[in-house]
């Protein structure tokens, strides 16, 4: 989930795509591991002060960071249910699972007709003392791990069958299979990355004008 800014692909994403859609679930976990990095990389490397601020109006580094925390939880919480509860539950997919490179377009369609993070998939806004944020850069960086964690142990007691026929609802997407959603987390990494840089960048552009 996320705002209306549209992304191009970072180079781990680039060599997600270049593995076998739909992926097995080794190469699933590793591009997890991948998006979790790249993620934590770039956030980590921002000047203090640069996270904190608002972007143009919009969610600052800290808070596109916060968003990325909250999606994961709630994505490692679903995968720790039991498959046989999510089918009783949402029901079993009833088509094939999409290729990731089919989910991404969805995803982007949708974003590009006005779709947003909503309701509980929204950080709440703060206004970060400069002398805090170094703090709260480390807070949120910690959990990104915390929640990368727990997924990926979650997602390794999944079977390839159960990945492709268990479905879990999105807000955006409507109902999915598990291993769409896996497709979605790793690409809405990269997207929030893109976008922050955007930003960042036509920030910059604006300043020197």
């Known amino acids: 989930m996320s705002g209306r800014t549209s992304c191009t ?55 596109h960071l916060d968003h990325l925390n909250i999606v994961v939880s709630a994505v490692a919480r679903g995968f720790g249910i039991s498959p046989l509860i999510l089918r009783l539950r949402f029901g079993s997919a009833k088509r094939p699972t999409r290729t990731y490179e089919e989910l991404r377009a969805d995803y982007q369609a949708l974003l590009a007709a006005g779709g947003r993070a909503s309701g509980r998939y929204v950080p709440v ?20 791990g915390r929640v990368n964690e727990r997924l990926w142990t979650a997602l390794g007691g999944w079977s390839e069958r159960n990945l492709d026929r268990v479905r879990f609802p999105h807000p955006l997407l409507g109902k999915i299979t598990a291993r769409e959603l896996v497709f979605f987390t790793i690409y809405h ?11 960042l960048a036509s920030d910059a552009s604006i300043g020197s004008a």
Not at 38 to 48: D, K, P, Q, T
Not at 125 to 143: G, H, I, V, Y
């Open 125 to 144: 806004r703060q206004t970060t003392d400069p002398a805090d944020a170094e703090e709260r850069k480390s807070d949120l960086l910690a959990r990104w």
């Open 189 to 199: 990494g990269h997207h929030h990355v893109t976008a922050v840089q955007r930003r």
């Open 9 to 63: 692909e970072t180079h781990q994403e680039a060599t997600f795509l270049n593995t076998p859609s739909p992926a097995a679930r080794a190469s699933l976990l590793e591009a997890l591991r991948d998006t979790e990095a790249a993620v934590a990389g770039y956030f980590g490397s921002l000047e203090e002060a640069v996270f904190a601020r608002p972007l143009q109006e919009t969610w600052s580094p800290a808070e």
